[in-house]
């Protein structure tokens, strides 16, 4: 293993990743579109015109490694507007993105989804793995490095491939680069959601949402890049 791959190798961060089913089942598991829980009580979130779309439903109990920041919950549900999300937010009942929790030990019941524009309902597997950068941020480090390298080798093509950047959903790892900054380290604590190009977000080509917790802020807040 040369200097190059070695770094690659060094840089894997464990992640959980998103696997969409060809089925969504009843009761209460882990999802993208249909029919979502909350607390008894509650009802669908609004936005300022329109019930909002569900876009994706943890279920905390179904992950392989349950990250502390989200040990306290039954389940984390996130909502979005029908045609836009500014793109740096915070979750609010009544804007464009809601982040509901659902604490354990709750009352828990399914909402009638009445959005009109809905997202393909499938269900989610969860399955851990070892996640690296974006490509860019590889060849960033080379640059840095002064590395004589032939950057269109078969070598650097198949070390690449087997240290890549998992660009779909997935839970803490490393964030994937669209037309962003490079980042200099993984998501490795709390709860780092990334929602991706797997499930139909309707913006740009490319879109990746980047969903986190704000502890000096005590909320959720989303960020997203496209293409």
């Not at 009580?41 to 439903?57: S, T």
């Not at 087997?162 to 200099?184: A, L, V």
């Not at 929602?195 to 502890?215: A, H, N, Q, R, Y």
């Amino acid at each position: 293993m040369n200097d190059f791959e070695s770094h690659l190798s060094s840089l894997g961060s464990e992640s959980i990743k998103a696997v969409l089913q060809n089925r969504c089942s009843e009761g209460f598991s882990s999802r993208t579109g249909g029919t979502f829980y909350d607390v008894s009580g509650n009802e669908w979130p609004m936005g300022a015109d329109a019930p909002l779309r569900p876009l994706l439903q943890i279920v905390v109990d179904e992950l392989p490694n349950i990250p502390e920041q989200i040990s306290h919950l039954m389940g984390i549900c996130i909502y979005i507007d029908n045609d836009y999300v500014t793109f740096d937010i915070l979750s609010e009942e009544g804007s464009e993105f809601v982040v509901r929790e659902i604490p354990k030990g709750s009352n828990i019941t399914p909402l009638v989804n009445p959005a009109q524009k809905k997202f393909e309902a499938k269900d989610i597997k969860w399955e851990t793995f070892t996640d690296y950068p974006s490509s860019s941020d590889f060849f960033e480090w080379l640059d840095n490095q002064n590395i004589d390298y032939d950057y269109e080798s078969k070598e650097l093509e198949k070390a690449l491939e087997r240290y890549r950047n998992y660009g779909f959903s997935k839970i803490n790892g490393w964030p994937t680069t669209i037309q962003g900054p490079s980042y200099d380290k993984p998501n490795t604590k709390g709860c780092a959601i990334q929602i991706s190009l797997d499930i139909e977000i309707p913006f740009g080509d490319s879109t990746v949402f980047k969903i986190e917790w704000g502890s000096k802020i005590k909320n959720w807040y989303c960020m997203w890049e496209t293409c």
